[in-house]
């Protein structure tokens, strides 16, 4: 018997509003050679915390009554739990601003998830994830319109992200 998944990487999710609209766009095709940035709702689910992570960029759900809306179904979430997991573990051990103690925040990562006082640890994370959907979304479509700027804009934000970050690990 196959055992019953629990926690927020096991229920369906929804992109609503503004996001649903970001995401949809980030999945769809363009050119003629039907290329896609990300392929499914999960992908963009996946890097999107690591974005609004690194860039500082958090967001509140879009809460306009009758929005659109996009899901990812559990089965998608539960097939990446792990990688999922390392996202939110690796936010709430990083997220100096949010907890200042290394203790606490090895809680957060590792211990008290499905407890009361996670929720607003999973709030925070869900507002990394709209943030990071937001960024994508500018960096990657915001200023283009043809195929050739849809690339441009993906390299240009590859280059910065590395810039920003690969050069930081380097040194540290």
């Not at 809460?63 to 539960?78: R, V």
């Amino acid at each position: 018997m196959a055992r019953k998944e629990s926690g927020v990487f096991s229920k369906e999710y929804t992109f609503k509003g503004c996001h649903a609209e970001r995401v949809k766009a980030l999945n769809a095709k363009f050119g003629k050679g039907n290329l896609q940035l990300f392929k499914r709702n999960v992908d963009v689910y996946m890097i999107a915390p690591i974005v609004g992570f690194c860039y500082q960029r958090r967001a509140n759900p879009d809460g306009t009554p009758n929005a659109e809306t996009t899901k990812i179904f559990p089965e998608q979430l539960i097939a990446n739990k792990d990688s999922l997991w390392f996202a939110y573990r690796l936010i709430m051990l990083l997220d100096k601003k949010h907890e200042k103690s290394f203790e606490e925040r090895v809680n957060k990562a590792f211990r008290d998830y499905g407890k009361a006082e996670a929720e607003g640890d999973e709030l925070l994370f869900d507002s990394y994830v709209l943030g990071g959907v937001d960024l994508l979304y500018e960096k990657l479509l915001g200023k283009g319109h043809s195929e050739e700027d849809y690339i441009n804009n993906l390299y240009e934000f590859l280059s910065d992200f590395n810039e920003r970050y690969y050069t930081t690990a380097e040194n540290i």
